[in-house]
């Protein structure tokens, strides 16, 4: 599976545990729809799963006159899923890369202004984690 699949797999994943409170592995076979896993989109979504606390309070850091409670579930869980690779992948990932995908995958699942809104605050949690 492609790095690009993985994420948009996982941020499948992600909405579907944050709407529905599902398992992480059984939202992870759901959204494979019989397709074999893959190790980077269970790295993902476990992983974000695993450091929500740390990864919401570097995102809510750094929005202005927002709360997580009021961000779009796709475009938070969007920066969710990229600031767990901006803080635990730096050694596979760019961080250039980490931020160019997620805008991408903004377009495709959010609204018209998704992209540059995640780009915006990715923006300034690469200056954190750098």
Known sequence: MKRRTAREKALQALFQIDVSDAVPNEAIEHVLDGVRSDDYLERLVLGVVENLPQIDDLIQANLEKWTMDRLAIVDRNILRLSTYELLYCKEDVPTNVVIDEAIEIAKVFGDEESGRFIN?????????VS
Not at 120 to 128: A, D, F, N, Q, R
Request: hydrophobic share 45%; charged share 35%.
């Open 120 to 128: 915006g605050i990715l923006s300034k949690v690469k200056e954190v």
